[in-house]
């Protein structure tokens, strides 16, 4: 583990599809003052289009396919794990990575794992928080950033936002809503977290 005086933090983004979300971490780790850099973005998927954004915003990117594993979870994580040390990777942060993490990764990164999730937690953990908003006749959604735990989607909450529930709204005219705090939301929880690693005192 890099020395926690030396520099921007090394993060990791895990994807599994489009990476839109990575997409606004590496955009704001290009700012001066980041104080983390997104040092590899790593996937399940070899076909996860985003590799290809990272690859395009000049960011290392590697791929641990999960199905030559099995059923075998820990295994694979076993082997994403090497990939991190590897590239001296200090903070993960998910970005819809969609695989149920084992109790031996979340143990090997605990506390220093991030998570962003589409509701206001403790609300709607899991899948189809958005139609699920809608059902309950909320008048906001939003978005969380929390620590992973091996509960899905209970770890202590970073940072939150919200979004408007609007009259005539579907999941997917939701979706995109909550997805845009998403992206503003995320890069500040991080910078926030990383920030706070440097200067644990403060």
């Known amino acids: 583990m890099p020395d926690p005086g030396s520099g921007r933090v090394r993060v990791a983004v895990l994807i599994s599809g489009s990476g839109s979300n990575m997409a606004a971490l590496v955009d704001a780790a290009r700012a001066a003052d980041c104080p983390f850099e997104v040092a590899l973005v790593l996937s399940n998927r070899p076909e996860a289009g985003g590799l290809a954004?990272?690859?395009?915003?000049?960011v290392p990117v590697a791929v641990v396919?999960?199905?030559?594993?099995?059923?075998?979870?820990?295994?694979?994580?076993?082997?994403?794990?090497?990939?991190l040390a590897e590239h001296g990777i200090e903070v993960v942060a998910l970005a819809g990575y969609m695989r149920l993490l084992t109790s031996w990764l979340v143990r090997r990164r605990r506390g220093r794992m991030?998570?962003?999730?589409?509701?206001?937690?403790?609300?709607?953990?899991?899948?189809?928080?958005h139609a699920r908003a809608l059902a309950a006749g909320d008048a906001e959604a939003g978005c969380s950033v929390h620590l992973v735990t091996e509960g899905v989607d209970e770890g202590p909450l970073l940072a939150q936002a919200t979004a408007p529930v609007l009259a005539g709204d579907t999941p997917a005219s939701l979706a995109q809503r909550v997805l845009a705090a998403e992206h503003r939301l995320y890069p500040q929880a991080l910078a926030d977290f990383c920030r706070s690693l440097r200067t644990p005192d403060a």
């Open 53 to 58: 954004v990272a690859r395009a915003k000049g």
């Open 65 to 83: 396919d999960h199905r030559p594993f099995g059923k075998d979870r820990e295994a694979h994580e076993r082997a994403v794990e090497a990939v």
């Open 114 to 129: 991030l998570n962003i999730h589409p509701s206001l937690l403790p609300k709607y953990p899991g899948l189809d928080t």
